[in-house]
């Protein structure tokens, strides 16, 4: 079954978070050390994969046009107001942290990288699941600590994440009479490059040093797909 692999990512991440949820009530000076940890650590995974790229001006011109896209279309308050709006229907309590800032945080977290990817292709091309099992686990592992200190938001990004993986791989079982491989790989790439710097930015804005508007950059990782093209016909 195509969505195997998603449906068991999806799964642990729940897991995770209900596990994250008992451990809310520690004192705040722990919660704050913790948020400056998983900071850093998010830092450093958006380098690598920012690191990545082969083609530095289609990172930056995905980021371009992304950033020209989200802002006219406002998705960083939509998405926060979608994160409240789902919250709202499952809880009546407010946190330290919005839930629509745990869902987003976790959502950009869990969803970009070459795992989600790379994951869900080998899912729907091949039906070999391991990929998205072990990314399952290091997601479930994340979601308890994000859960620690963003609440309950977190638990909910397995909707985008679910939604996202699971379209990749319907669609991966009849990609490869559309894209070449040698496409599909070098799209992977710059698209992971692209999302390592969202992460990045996810690290800045959860250490405070900044305030990003991550969510009206989020189309660059769509746009990053068209520029690729454009550039292999040129």
Do not use: C
């Amino acid at each position: 079954m195509a969505l195997y692999g998603t449906i068991i990512n999806g799964v642990l991440i729940i897991i995770g978070s209900l596990f994250g949820l008992l451990f809310t009530k520690i004192p705040e000076r722990y919660k704050e050390t913790v948020m400056q940890g998983i900071g850093l650590a998010v830092m450093i995974i958006g380098v690598q994969m920012a690191l990545s790229t082969e083609l530095i001006i289609i990172v930056l011109l995905s980021l371009l046009t992304g950033a020209i896209l989200g802002e006219l279309l406002n998705l960083e308050v939509r998405l926060n107001s979608l994160g409240t709006w789902i919250g709202s229907k499952f809880t009546t309590k407010s946190s330290d942290f919005s839930v629509s800032q745990g869902f987003v945080t976790a959502s950009l977290i869990f969803v970009i990288g070459a795992m989600s990817v790379i994951g869900a292709l080998d899912s729907g091309i091949r039906g070999d699941h391991e990929v998205l099992i072990t990314k399952g686990i290091l997601d479930g592992f994340v979601a308890l600590v994000l859960t620690t200190t963003l609440g309950f938001g977190v638990i909910l990004s397995v909707i985008p994440v679910v939604l996202y993986q699971g379209s990749i791989a319907l669609l991966a079982t009849q990609i490869e009479q559309i894209l070449p491989e040698s496409f599909l790989n070098g799209m992977i790439t710059e698209l992971t490059a692209v999302g390592g710097v969202l992460i990045l930015a996810i690290g800045f804005n959860l250490l405070k040093i900044t305030s990003i508007r991550i969510g009206n950059l989020l189309p660059a990782i769509i746009t990053v797909g068209f520029i690729y093209y454009i550039y292999q016909l040129f």
